[in-house]
């Protein structure tokens, strides 16, 4: 098995996890915090709009049983990409749209699939989502790694 990792911010990070989690080749899922200033921030920092963080999801997927590209699918699917600085009720600088590219591959993909998208006209407004090169993952905290599953019935903030 040969793996590479992916990171997406697409709103709040428990929804997001366990969306990625049911994705065919998907082997792993960490939720946590990347693309601000601090070093090792904690879910209250996050949260008080003071590290530059969003809510992240660092996926490891099995290069012979998906793709980035599906990947990028499922991303798009599973949030409003045309939010700014929010999805639904949650708003703030760390629900933001952003793909965290690890190299010129991830980069140019991820690019051709926004583009694919606005050219389609799939959504009404442009597409808010950025792309940027990734920077340090900071896994969040245990109790919020798989917390839909182990909080059933638990919602998104």
């Not at 003071?50 to 012979?64: K, M, S």
Request: hydrophobic letters at 35%.
């Amino acid at each position: 098995m040969t793996t590479a990792t992916a990171l997406f911010g697409a709103g709040c990070f428990w929804g997001v996890e366990a969306r990625f989690r049911k994705l065919p080749g998907v082997e792993d899922v960490t939720v946590g915090y990347s693309g601000g200033t601090t070093e090792n921030p904690t879910y209250r920092e996050v949260c008080n709009h003071g590290t530059g963080h969003a809510e992240v999801a660092l996926v490891t997927y099995d290069i012979d049983k998906t793709s980035y590209e599906a990947l990028l699918d499922a991303f798009f699917a599973m949030h409003d990409p045309t939010q700014k600085d929010r999805q639904g009720p949650d708003v703030g600088r760390q629900y933001r749209s952003v793909i965290f590219f690890a190299d010129a591959m991830q980069e140019a993909e991820a690019k051709a699939k926004v583009a694919e998208l606005e050219h389609a006209g799939k959504y009404p407004r442009p597409i808010a989502t950025q792309i940027e090169p990734a920077g340090d993952f900071w896994p969040a905290e245990e109790y919020h790694q798989r917390y839909l599953e182990k909080n059933a019935g638990s919602h998104c903030h």
